[in-house]
């Protein structure tokens, strides 16, 4: 069964930059897209960006576009969110989650905590 698993969290200064990574067990990441979701405390789950394990194309919420960017590697079967000017609004437990081309996101992974400080 396939599990997905977040690494790399942590505590940043505002302005700086983090990277955290989603590794897939038992399985590969091959015909599924990759998304990245986060929340804050109190606050309801957010969409924060997404690949297209196939194709490559990437999206983004417009809060990290710019900011924000996901790359695979593929003999790895990792997939990252580079993270960068980060902000303190950006305070979340991040999660990776996967989904079929057409289908909704079921598979999630634990979450990882990034803490920006002012």
């Known amino acids: 069964q396939v599990q997905l698993a977040e690494s790399g969290g942590g505590l940043v200064q505002a302005g700086g930059s983090l990277s955290v990574s989603c590794a897939a067990s038992g399985g590969t990441f091959s015909g599924y897209v990759v998304g990245w979701f986060r929340q804050a405390p109190g606050k309801e789950r957010e969409f924060v960006g997404s690949l297209n394990w196939s194709g490559g194309d990437t999206h983004y919420s417009d809060s990290v576009k710019g900011r924000f960017t996901i790359v695979r590697d593929n003999a790895e079967n990792m997939v990252y969110l580079q993270m960068n000017s980060l902000k303190p609004e950006d305070t979340a437990v991040y999660y990776c989650?996967?989904?079929?081309?057409?289908?909704?996101?079921?598979?999630w992974g634990q979450g990882t905590q990034v803490t920006v400080s002012s």
């Open positions: 989650a996967s989904r079929p081309t057409y289908g909704t996101y079921w598979r």
